[in-house]
């Protein structure tokens, strides 16, 4: 549910996201119910989102302005053309891409080779 905003939807209605995706080697980045931190949301209206977790939340809950937002721009990124927004506003965070986590798999593969000793140009 929400308190003062409305859910979009999209040519591709289920998303599936991983907010943990980013800390995986590049071959284990897919989305996949395997993994316990996978969401499977499908927005059913513009007042209420269905949410499929493994991390035991369960029942109703509002989502405030800053959730709504989320799950809107995880909508928008996932879609194949088109968005639909059931009033006559968009919002520049559905299109904000954001900044690669500190955490990422890829951030620290390089930290970890620029500390390993004798790796790179002129070593050996």
Not at 37 to 61: C, D, H, K, W
Not at 82 to 87: D, H
Not at 104 to 122: C, D
């Amino acid at each position: 549910m929400l308190s003062g905003r409305s859910f979009i939807t999209s040519d591709t209605r289920c998303v599936w996201f991983d907010p943990e995706w980013h800390t995986r080697p590049p071959f284990y980045q897919a989305r996949a119910l395997i993994y316990l931190s996978t969401e499977i949301t499908l927005a059913v209206s513009p007042r209420q989102l269905i949410m499929l977790n493994r991390q035991g939340r369960s029942g109703y809950f509002v989502a405030g302005e800053r959730g709504t937002e989320e799950f809107n721009r995880r909508t928008r990124f996932q879609c194949s053309e088109y968005f639909v927004v059931n009033t006559n506003a968009q919002n520049p965070i559905w299109f904000d891409v954001g900044v690669e986590p500190e955490d990422s798999w890829r951030k620290r593969a390089a930290r970890e080779q620029e500390q390993a000793p004798g790796v790179g140009p002129g070593a050996g």
